[in-house]
């Protein structure tokens, strides 16, 4: 008891407040479908679990842009968000890979996708380590540093994307030998983009001009209705699309930072 009669209470600190509740529950159930991925690659339901790696990036596309809405954020839902992209966009994705392909190459097989796993958790980890960093040139002109993590799951799963379309056209698409030759150069492909130093777009660059967000608007509707009418088609377009952009994106890096360190290096204006 206090002096003055009243008991005596320590101050808790808050870790979590209330108005961050809804931007994590979103990265839990994001964690959620990536361990339902993991369990139905297990089971043998490749299209399942396609599905829900989608689903999970969907999610992790929602909790931040929701956070940011109701001022959310907080470094325990910035770490909660990192395990979360690391089962659903490293593990899952590997896992699904191999049990559907790699596992015909013998010791390489598992090797690429643990590789797989690990850049993706690499990058996430480089990622929270520069949270607090000032000095980012690709952040500080608006590109992303690599390909982020569930960019790369989707470069991984392509060659699902593509077997799931065009299957029903061709009954021999997924040779073993072929197949698996094929997904294990996609798999490194995108093990490599995920950790390098190579600078992609960032969504921070796309300013519609007001005469053309309407046109946006229409574009997006588009996407959806063929993400729903023909979702593998049009992911995998969508995953061959974004690796042709990264020539492009390297090639406006270097005009963006050659104009920025001109302007730097003139004499500034009276």
Known sequence: MTPSGERGEIPVRRVLPIRALIPNAITIAA??????????????NYQGAVLAVVLAGLLDMLDGRVARLIRGS????????????????????AL???????HELPRFGW??????????????????????????????????????APVGAGITLTPLFLYFWLEPLSYN?????LGAGAAAIVTALSAFLMISNVPTFSWKLVRPSRSLRIAVLLFVALYVGAL???????LALTSVL???TIPFSMLRYRKVRRRAQAEAASPARP
């Open 31 to 44: 964690l959620c479908a990536g361990l339902t991925a993991i369990r139905l690659a297990i089971q043998g």
């Open 74 to 93: 907080t470094r325990f839902g910035a770490e909660l968000d990192s395990l979360s992209d690391n089962a659903a966009f490293g593990v899952a994705p």
């Open 96 to 102: 699904i890979i191999y049990f559907w392909t790699l």
């Open 111 to 148: 090797i690429i996708a643990l590789a797989h796993a690990i850049c993706a958790a690499l990058r996430l980890a480089r990622f929270n380590a520069q949270l607090d960093m000032d000095d980012q040139p690709h952040k500080r002109h608006g590109f992303l540093t690599g390909v982020p």
């Open 173 to 177: 698409i997924n040779e073993p030998l």
């Open 228 to 234: 729903l009418e023909a979702p593998f088609m049009t």
């Open 242 to 244: 974004y690796v042709l």
